[in-house]
């Protein structure tokens, strides 16, 4: 448990994750509908660059924020972002799938965001891609005994037991805690390490433009962030599958809230 003792009372716990969940599944446990989205490949490519399994080299200074509809200026933005796999060491399997997929889709180790989502666009590409987020997302519930309706004691058949609720509960303390000025002012990351981790746990939630703004911008990470990468990866990756010939069904993909995003130079 968080340690408070009233509504509006906080101690140092409170910069304290209530559980060690990992970031997809805090995503996905706690979205309106628990269903998995690209944002679950996004988060672990994000812990995959926080691990420097992924190398990030950006080249802009300025903090940049994708706004309603993607625009040249964007796409320039894109090109100046450049991922490159360097995964050395043990992974798990879904963050092994992550990076082939990753490889699959660019044909390369090293590539930039507006070249990937050149790629999307691709048909062909994009078949292949859902194929591997498939057997990505297969891996990633197998590692956390997830079936879409029941993870250990927090949800059954589709439903947030009494446990659930109240770890939610907690876990939206953290959520304010993340985004408040006066308590991350009070309380601190105490690391480099924490502040990426809290940056990562915002992700979860969408709020990590918001918490990086009251915190420092100190990592490769925080960086790829500062210039909504986050944001550009859930595009990329949901194009890709807007652009799949034959949509599969009863996959348990979300075609969700970047829909509206279409990359230039499609088909």
């Not at 446990?29 to 269903?35: D, G, P, R």
């Amino acid at each position: 448990m968080l340690g408070f003792s009233s509504k509006n009372q906080y101690d140092e716990n409170v910069r304290n994750p209530p559980g060690d969940d990992s970031y997809p599944m805090i995503s996905i446990l706690f979205s309106k509908n628990n269903k998995i989205g690209v944002n679950v490949l996004s988060l672990t490519i994000l812990e995959l660059i926080n691990k420097d399994q992924i190398k990030c080299d950006i080249d802009l200074d300025d903090p940049y924020e994708v706004g309603k509809k993607l625009t040249p200026q964007d796409m320039e933005v894109m090109k100046k972002i450049t991922l490159r796999i360097a995964n050395k060491g043990e992974m798990k399997t879904s963050e092994t799938l992550a990076i082939n997929l990753l490889k699959n889709m660019n044909k390369n180790k090293k590539f930039n965001l507006k070249s990937m989502a050149k790629q999307s666009n691709n048909t062909s590409i994009a078949n292949k891609f859902e194929d591997d987020f498939n057997e990505f997302v297969k891996a990633l519930e197998n590692e956390n005994g997830y079936d879409s309706e029941n993870y250990k004691d927090i949800l059954q058949k589709g439903k947030l037991t009494g446990k659930g609720k109240e770890i939610k509960k907690e876990w939206k303390i953290f959520q304010d805690y993340l985004k408040s000025k006066d308590l991350t002012e009070k309380y601190p990351p105490e690391s480099v390490e924490e502040n990426s981790s809290q940056i990562l746990y915002a992700s979860c939630f969408d709020i990590e433009k918001d918490a990086l703004n009251i915190r420092e911008n100190n990592t490769p990470l925080t960086d790829f962030i500062d210039k909504d990468g986050y944001k550009l990866l859930n595009i990329i990756f949901n194009n890709a599958l807007l652009n799949v010939n034959k949509k599969s069904k009863g996959t348990g993909i979300f075609y969700g809230v970047n829909d509206k995003y279409t990359i230039p130079g499609g088909g």
